[in-house]
């Protein structure tokens, strides 16, 4: 009698084939699901950069200029009848001047702080604002080290690092915190959930009390408790060089102390974008398009920049991560929205050939050398490669501010 056997299983062979087919298939897959995931990222970023676009136009509607966080009379503000631009005083003293104007008081006024947070109590922080002794820095565009522009104690920073402040956000129904961060600006994200910033959609990242501790490097760092850091910078930044008059980045050479002329921070209205398409509005301020480092520790430990070094300032700086700037090697990429609201990839080879082309033509070229922070730029010493050769200048110090072009293009 012949017995039908029913074999059951895979050979050892076949097992084998078909984990080897397997594979074959995961490692195709992979790069392309790699990549899916990326653009899905970047046009996440692209979306962001738009709509914080649309509620700053929200808001030049409203008044006529951009939001800079700055008086926009600030160094005609008079002190013992004297305008301050004419006395040769620095931002601080100007500040104070026109918080102690009777038509001023209020130091956390809401057209002029930049306001953290929501409440009907002290307690929730409802009226905070930047505007202590320590951080007169963050009330106006931009800071240039051992310039009328900063304090005694300011470094180099300023408020185009927050457009996403409550007195803009507020205007679409806001604050919100998700279109404010980059979906690849991973270090500063994670550090972030950590703290439950992102556990309520209508609340901005702010500190509460002891619960979301965020000024304890600020305040630690300066050894004061007078003027805390209520509020996280965002993942984007908006272009300095659009936020001040015009005239500021007028001259050839460099550029002129807002604080020396009497309309140096009347910031401008989108009105005044000459080149609407070829100027920047906001881009990531990170590197983090073709960058495959995400923490520096190149920042220094006194001086300016020192605030940035997590050795520094301990765990406050993203949990001892500092992220390379947009401006970090000549491969970066930075996702950007102009003056027109169109989302570009600003590709730092492309601008630093535009300069040159320029420069060629002119002499000046698209950006501003001499400007306060001298042949470095935007913190290029701490860049990535710290070269001149790096363009560190674009978005910045764009010649000519608003008027002007960060690329070239019809």
């Known amino acids: 009698m012949t017995l039908n056997r029913t074999r059951k299983g895979f050979t050892l062979v076949e097992l084998l084939v078909v984990v080897s087919i397997i594979a074959l298939l995961v490692a195709i897959l992979l790069p392309a699901v790699s990549a899916a995931r990326d653009t899905a990222r970047v046009n996440g970023s692209k979306s962001n950069v738009h709509q914080v676009f649309k509620v700053h136009r929200v808001y030049d509607t409203e008044h006529g200029h951009y939001w800079t966080g700055c008086p926009s009379d600030l160094a005609a503000t008079k002190i013992n009848s004297v305008p301050a631009f004419a006395t040769g005083a620095n ?76 007195t803009v956000s507020r205007r679409v129904n806001g604050p919100y915190n998700d279109i404010f961060f980059a979906p690849k600006d991973d270090v500063v994200i994670d550090w972030l959930r950590e703290l439950d910033c992102f556990d309520d959609a209508n609340q901005l990242c702010a500190g509460i009390g002891d619960e979301i501790n965020l000024d304890g490097g600020w305040q630690n760092y300066y050894g004061s408790t007078d003027g805390y850091m209520w509020g996280m910078a965002s993942s984007y930044c908006l272009s300095p060089a659009a936020m001040f008059n015009s005239n500021v980045y007028s001259s050839t050479n460099g550029h002129a102390d807002p604080m020396t002329m009497s309309n140096g921070f009347r910031s401008p209205s989108s009105a005044n974008a000459r080149y609407a398409s070829l100027k920047t509005f906001l881009c990531e301020h990170h590197h983090l398009q073709n960058n495959k480092f995400s923490c520096s520790m190149d920042w220094p430990t006194s001086g300016r920049g020192a605030w940035m070094n997590p050795r520094i300032t301990g765990t406050w700086h993203y949990d001892g991560c500092a992220p390379y ?39 000046i070229g698209l950006y501003n050398s001499n400007t306060g922070d001298g042949d470095n730029g935007y913190m290029l010493e701490y860049s990535r490669y710290g070269s001149p050769s790096i363009l560190s200048k674009v978005h910045t110090h764009t010649h000519m501010g608003i008027a002007g072009r960060d690329r070239l293009g019809n």
């Open 91 to 166: 931002v601080e003293a100007a500040l104070r001047a026109w918080q102690n104007n009777v038509a001023n008081s209020g130091w956390a006024d809401t057209e002029f702080g930049v306001q953290w947070g929501e409440g009907s109590s002290n307690s929730d922080f409802a009226g905070s604002a930047w505007a202590g002794a320590l951080v007169t820095e963050f009330n106006v565009p931009y800071t240039w080290d051992g310039q009328l522009t900063s304090g005694p104690n300011a470094p180099a920073l300023g408020t185009f690092r927050f457009p996403n402040s409550y």
């Open 325 to 363: 700037l947009f401006n970090a090697h000549w491969d970066s990429n930075p996702v950007t929205c102009m003056q027109d609201g169109a989302t570009v990839m600003m590709g730092i080879a492309e601008v630093r050939r535009a300069d040159a082309t320029v420069k060629n033509g002119d002499g």
